[in-house]
T-cell receptor
Framework: EDQVTQSPEALRLQEGESSSLNCSYTVSGLRGLFWYRQDPGKGPEFLFTLYSAGEEKEKERLKATLTKKESFLHITAPKPEDSATYLC????????????FGSGTRLQVQP | DGGITQSPKYLFRKEGQNVTLSCEQN?????MYWYRQDPGQGLRLIYY???????QKGDIAEGYSVSREKKESFPLTVTSAQKNPTAFYLC??????????FGSGTQLSVL
């Protein structure tokens, strides 16, 4: 059974204070690892897809990395508008096409 | 604009009542999904459909039903058999590279 565990559950940062979110996963055959951002009362918005260990992707203050067992979402010099819940999901290439999601990390960036 | 449209945004169900959540997409995607999200938790898969007139149960299908008569539409019915229906319901379609596009969600509450 595919599993995704995200940590920490919640994170409070001061504006400009860099940090990292963790996503540990167990999957038979990784087809892709996805990061989404979700604002309260809204649907998740796509951020990144990572396919193989060693891969990195960046978008503004966010950088996602991938190893064989986990992924990190690094947030550099965050701003209050980065406050959201960040969700990690995996797609198993050997079973169904549906994504398995973690429970998310709630990030709050204070000015 | 292309996207996923969910309606209504808020829905209230009386005991013993069936209610239907609407999901329409104009992205020309074959695969569509329904997820349930409870406070502080990740997304759990209810049903998915990879092609018209075909659908499969997800991890928590009991008390729910779906249909896929048209490519653009994937309605979800929450039946009276679902004893704990209060949650945020998200519909998604899947595009290239397995990326999911989400609607804005429906918040279902019990009166």
């Amino acid at each position: 059974e595919d599993q995704v565990t995200q940590s920490p559950e919640a994170l409070r940062l001061q504006e400009g204070e860099s940090s990292s979110l963790n996503c540990s996963y167990t999957v038979s055959g990784l087809r892709g690892l996805f990061w989404y951002r979700q604002d309260p009362g809204k649907g998740p918005e796509f951020l990144f897809t990572l396919y193989s260990a060693g891969e990195e992707k960046e978008k503004e203050r966010l950088k996602a990395t991938l190893t064989k067992k986990e992924s990190f979402l690094h947030i550099t010099a965050p701003k209050p508008e980065d406050s959201a819940t960040y969700l990690c999901a995996v797609q198993d290439g050997e079973t169904s096409r549906a994504l398995t999601f973690g429970s998310g990390t709630r990030l709050q960036v204070q000015p | 604009d292309g996207g996923i449209t969910q309606s209504p945004k808020y829905l209230f169900r009386k005991e013993g009542q069936n209610v239907t959540l609407s999901c329409e997409q104009n992205l020309n995607h074959d695969a569509m999904y329904w997820y349930r999200q409870d406070p502080g938790q990740g997304l759990r898969l209810i049903y998915y459909s990879q092609i018209v007139n075909d659908f499969q149960k997800g991890d928590i299908a009991e008390g729910y039903s779906v249909s896929r008569e048209k490519k653009e539409s994937f309605p979800l019915t929450v039946t009276s058999a679902q004893k704990n229906p209060t949650a945020f319901y998200l519909c998604a379609s899947q595009g290239v590279n397995e990326k999911l596009f989400f609607g804005s969600g429906t918040q279902l509450s019990v009166l």
